[in-house]
C-alpha cells in the first residue's frame, strides 16, 4: 500500500517538475495566447530554438501541451484551458505569498495606470455603450485565437502610427498578456504621452476567464 501510496505522489510531482522552470512557466504563459511555432516560442521567449524544444518536451511528457507537425514546421498549444487557469493560480498565489515578486512588479510598474479594483464587468458594460475602448496591444494572431469582449486590436508595434484610428474623448483601457507582460504598459505610456486617458489592465485572456468573465474565441 505505501508503494502504491508513493507512486500517487510521482505522478502529480511531474506537473510540479514541468513547471518547476522558469522557462518553461514563460512558455506555458505564451500558449495561453494560442498554438505557436517552436520558431515563434523560441523568439518570444528570447532562448534558442533547440531549448525551447528540450523545455517543450517536458511540457509534452506532464501531458500539459501538445503539439502537431504541419509541413516543417511544429505547432504546440496548451493541453486545455485548465493548464492556462494552472498557470494563473500558481502565478496569483506566487503574487500573494512573495515579497520579492510583488516588489519586482512595483518596480516596472506604475500603480497609477493600472486599473484597481475596478469591476471587470463594469468595464465590459461599458465597453459595449462606447464609453471605454478596451485596446488588445498583442500580436494579431493572439487576438484572433482570443481577446475580451468589445477589444480592439491595435499591436504595441504599430501604435504609434495608428493613433488617429482612436478617439480622444473616450478613456482607452490596454491590455496584453498578463501581469508580467509589458507591451500594455509601453501602449499606455504612449498614449498619456499624447494626450489620452489611458489604463492598464494588468489581465489578459487567461487571467479573464479565470475570474469566469466570457472570452471571444
Request: charge should be neutral; glycine fraction near 4%; hydrophobic fraction near 45%.
Amino acid at each position: 500500500m505505501r508503494e502504491l501510496k508513493t507512486q500517487l505522489y510521482q505522478q502529480v510531482a511531474r506537473i510540479g517538475k514541468a513547471i518547476s522552470s522558469p522557462k518553461r512557466l514563460e512558455l506555458v504563459e505564451l500558449l495561453c495566447q494560442g498554438e505557436k511555432t517552436v520558431e515563434t516560442l523560441a523568439a518570444q521567449s528570447d532562448i534558442s530554438v533547440k531549448l525551447a524544444s528540450a523545455h517543450l518536451r517536458e511540457l509534452r511528457l506532464a501531458r500539459l501541451v501538445d503539439a502537431r507537425k504541419e509541413g516543417k514546421y511544429v505547432f504546440y498549444r496548451l493541453a486545455s484551458t485548465s493548464v492556462a487557469d494552472l498557470w494563473v493560480t500558481l502565478r496569483s498565489e506566487a503574487e500573494e505569498r512573495l515579497v520579492e515578486l510583488q516588489m519586482a512588479l512595483a518596480s516596472i510598474t506604475h500603480h497609477a495606470d493600472e486599473l484597481h479594483g475596478v469591476d471587470r464587468s463594469d468595464i465590459l458594460h461599458r465597453a459595449a455603450a462606447g464609453e471605454v475602448v478596451v485596446l488588445d496591444v498583442r500580436p494579431q494572431e493572439e487576438f484572433a485565437f482570443a481577446h475580451l469582449p468589445h477589444a480592439r486590436s491595435l499591436p504595441v508595434d504599430e501604435l504609434k502610427k495608428r493613433l488617429a484610428e482612436l478617439p480622444k474623448h473616450v478613456p482607452v483601457v490596454a491590455y496584453c498578456r498578463g501581469p508580467f507582460c509589458l507591451m500594455a504598459k509601453d501602449a499606455v505610456e504612449l498614449l498619456r504621452k499624447k494626450g489620452y486617458q489611458a489604463f492598464h489592465l494588468t489581465d489578459g485572456v487567461a487571467e479573464w476567464r479565470a475570474r469566469g468573465l466570457p472570452v471571444v474565441e
